[in-house]
């Protein structure tokens, strides 16, 4: 191999094995942010002598080797610190320091210690953007520039919340366990919502000059399907898995040669990947399977948006959308969730099932909300339905409306485009 090649695999390794290697550190060490520096630690002996040595047969074990032995260099220098030091190095002992089979050494804990992690990351105590940027980082394996470039905000600003949310965690000795109970529910919903956004933003991007970021979605994913393998038991994890599963299914639809969205009815379904549609589809089998089991009243927020995506998915063509049962769900998810947007949706699903006519009365009943004022797809929602009533020039207002809200260079030129369609 090339210095180039074994650069390339270093890489591949770091993005694979970090989280597993930043979580086992944490609970060792206790702290957060000294797991990432012995991490990055072991990251910097790898670049230094993989060139020169080779990859070892099981880079994930030597790197965890390495940094644990870092951190018993770091004991060491810390006196202060003298009965961590004795903790640490009891467990070590116990484990493959004191025994040359490194091939074990990420064995132990490891879907438990990448649950704690992901609890951590997306703890409560930090705002949701420290915890999408933390989240990216430990478990994700991007780095600062990764994250800042697929939010688009600067690179100091991202460096900044994930050094504050290392700090914040230190401070309030967040301690490094999956909650019980009702915390563990409480817990779980943000866990969920962190995902769900980081899915969301790479599936429909809010701002910038494309309309998909697919690492995110990739990122999302990865980490939900982890979620799942470590909290089989929640229906709601799994309704999320589906929901991402179904709807990455038709990323390679959703996008035209140069970049342009195609949307949902526009799409070639031939190009849906139906090995994702049918992974999201027995996830969703087996959140209704859990929902059952549990005797809950009402589907949650998640379970239900993943039936939505299910009825769009089994349908071959547009016009085999059960359009009445989308409905129908919807209604069901503003009873378990109200929003404003929710009604929107359900309003698209009603014109869709009942005519235009009866959607826009639900959408002209959301024109008053506030929360909606600047929501680009309220306006681009009123221009469709009023475009199929022959309204063309309330049409083009809204749709131009909508174009001056979205921050989405793509989404704004095909609202544009649409626009223009109203005058012929």
């Known amino acids: 191999m090339t210095a180039t090649d074994i650069h390339r695999t270093i890489d591949a390794v770091w993005r694979i094995e ?16 000294l ?10 002996a790898a670049l230094e002598q993989w060139p020169e040595s080779g990859v070892p047969d099981n880079p994930g074990a030597w790197l965890m080797a390495t940094a644990k032995h870092r951190a018993m260099d770091h004991f060491r220098r810390n006196t202060r610190l003298e009965r961590k030091h004795e903790e640490l190095g009891r467990e070590l002992g116990a484990k493959e320091m004191a025994v040359p089979d490194l091939d074990s050494a990420l064995d132990d ?7 704690r992690l992901l609890f951590i990351s997306c703890h409560p105590v930090l705002s949701t953007e420290a915890q999408v940027a933390l989240t990216l980082r430990l478990l994700g394996g991007l780095t600062t520039e990764e994250i800042a470039r697929a939010f688009l905000v600067p690179e100091p600003t991202v460096a900044q919340r994930i050094v504050r949310s290392k700090r914040t965690l230190a401070e309030k000795q967040v301690p490094f366990e999956v909650p019980r109970g009702d915390e563990l529910v409480a817990r779980l919903s943000s866990v969920l919502a962190v995902i769900y956004l980081i899915f969301n933003e790479g599936y429909s991007a809010t701002s910038g000059d494309d309309w998909m970021r697919p690492a995110l979605c990739e990122e999302a994913l990865r980490l939900g399907r982890i979620l799942a393998e470590q909290a089989p038991q929640e229906p709601e994890v799994h309704g999320l898995v589906a929901l991402m599963e179904i709807q990455a299914s038709r990323s390679r639809a959703r996008v035209g040669p140069s970049g342009e969205p195609i949307l949902l009815l526009d799409q ?7 090995l994702l549609v049918r992974r999201g589809l027995a996830a969703l089998d087996r959140a209704g399977k859990l929902h059952l089991e549990k005797l809950e ?3 949650g927020w998640y379970v239900l948006q993943a039936e939505i995506a299910a009825c769009h998915a089994r349908a071959r063509t547009p016009e085999e959308t059960d359009w009445p049962r989308i ?11 109200p929003s404003p947007v929710v009604e929107l949706n359900r309003a698209v699903a009603v014109a869709m099932a ?5 959607g826009l009365e639900l959408v002209d009943a959301l024109t008053a909300e506030r929360s909606l004022e600047k929501y680009h797809l309220l306006p681009s929602v009123r221009g469709d339905l009023l475009k199929k009533l022959g309204r063309l020039d309330e049409a083009r207002t809204e749709f131009e409306r909508a174009a001056a809200l979205t921050r989405n260079a ?5 609202l544009m485009e649409r626009a223009r369609a109203c005058f012929i």
């Open 410 to 414: 793509r989404e704004r030129d095909l």
């Open 35 to 44: 797991a990432e520096d012995l991490a990055q630690d072991a990251l910097v």
């Open 109 to 115: 804990n490891v879907g438990d210690d990448l649950l």
């Open 354 to 358: 009942f005519g235009p006519a009866a």
């Open 268 to 274: 070639n379904r031939a190009h849906w990947d139906h």
């Open 327 to 337: 409905a129908t769900l919807y209604a069901e998810l503003a009873q378990a969730a």
């Open 18 to 33: 970090s989280p597993r290697l930043i979580a086992g550190l944490t609970r060792i060490v206790r702290d957060v942010g």
């Open 297 to 299: 009243a009402a589907r």
